[in-house]
């Protein structure tokens, strides 16, 4: 097993391993750990089927339902996906399936909105379009290290309000039911800093669910949130991947932030398949 660094900050090539196969724990600890240092971790070349890929994101933890509203949604996956499950051919742009994964395409850590936010999440490039389709991932452990230390001292100990009725209403207000808004996925608040408990490290924990600050008026949390976000995305913190088939990315949603980019779902065909892993508490009492 050897490592290739994808960027100055964060992210590396984990190469010499086969997912697909059993993996001992003695090179399974050592891809933890790298894990837990670069944040992002791609394997490429890797023939894996959604047994598989269960498999080796279970080596992390617990996986997460997917939201209803997702394609897949109740399932073990979250399909990113213009394929129609059952037919395989495209979907329709202006159908609801689709509306609902252009909110993929702001930055957001995925799960931040429930209660226990997830460890971290697995994709795997099923089917890749000949251009357009990359992810963009931000590293909010370099973020927040270039901040001012009064902005981080203000940081200290304040709570956000998530939500993922928030995210889909900057696409469509209409998106989700108040079944889904109330019951199903209400308003959580979380730390708007992490630390890894690993290596100590401190990241930013905002994005597309962050709503608010708790406890402040609405109008200046939002415009701290994006001032924040604006540091977060600067291009010296980011790395775009370029998929192709066979990739596997496993990313720490602790301390990165991450996106969709467009592609033309007219014509061509895209299939990627992400399990979640759930994480192990909440980050602040309800």
């Known amino acids: 097993m050897e490592l290739r660094k994808l960027h100055p900050t964060f992210g590396a090539e984990v190469q010499g391993v086969d997912i697909g196969r059993p993996i001992d724990n003695e090179t399974f600890s050592r891809i933890r750990n790298a894990f837990e240092e670069h944040g992002l971790l791609l394997f490429r070349d890797q023939e894996l089927d959604d047994e598989k890929q269960i498999a080796f994101s279970e080596r992390f933890g617990p996986l997460e339902k997917t939201f209803s509203q997702n394609p897949a949604g109740g399932t073990l996956f979250a399909r990113q996906s213009n394929l129609d499950i059952k037919s395989g051919e495209p979907i329709p742009l202006n159908d ?19 209660v226990v936010p997830s460890l971290c999440s697995l994709l795997s490039a099923r089917v890749v379009p000949p251009e357009g389709g ?12 270039a901040l001012p230390q009064a902005t981080k001292e203000r940081l200290e100990g304040l709570v956000a309000e998530h939500s993922i009725a928030h995210s889909r209403a900057l696409v469509c207000p209409e998106l989700l039911t108040e079944q ?3 019951v199903e996925a209400p308003p959580v608040r979380q730390l708007m800093v992490r630390t890894n408990p690993v290596t100590g490290r401190k990241a930013l924990f905002v994005g597309a669910h962050c709503a608010r600050v708790v406890g402040w008026p609405e109008e200046e949390g939002y415009a701290f949130v994006r001032h924040l976000m604006e540091t977060a995305i600067r291009p010296e913190f980011c790395y775009s991947h370029e998929w192709r088939v066979g990739d596997l990315i496993v990313w720490d949603n602790r301390s990165l932030l991450h996106k969709a980019t467009p592609y033309d779902g007219a014509r061509y065909k895209r299939l990627m398949q992400r ?4 994480g192990d508490a909440p980050t602040v009492m309800q």
């Open 96 to 114: 609801p399936r689709m509306i609902y994964q252009r909110a993929n395409m702001l930055w957001h850590s995925d799960s931040s909105f429930k």
């Open 134 to 145: 990359n992810t963009d991932f931000a590293d909010m452990r370099a973020a927040y290290d």
């Open 180 to 182: 889904q808004k109330t």
């Open 275 to 278: 399990t979640t892993v759930a």
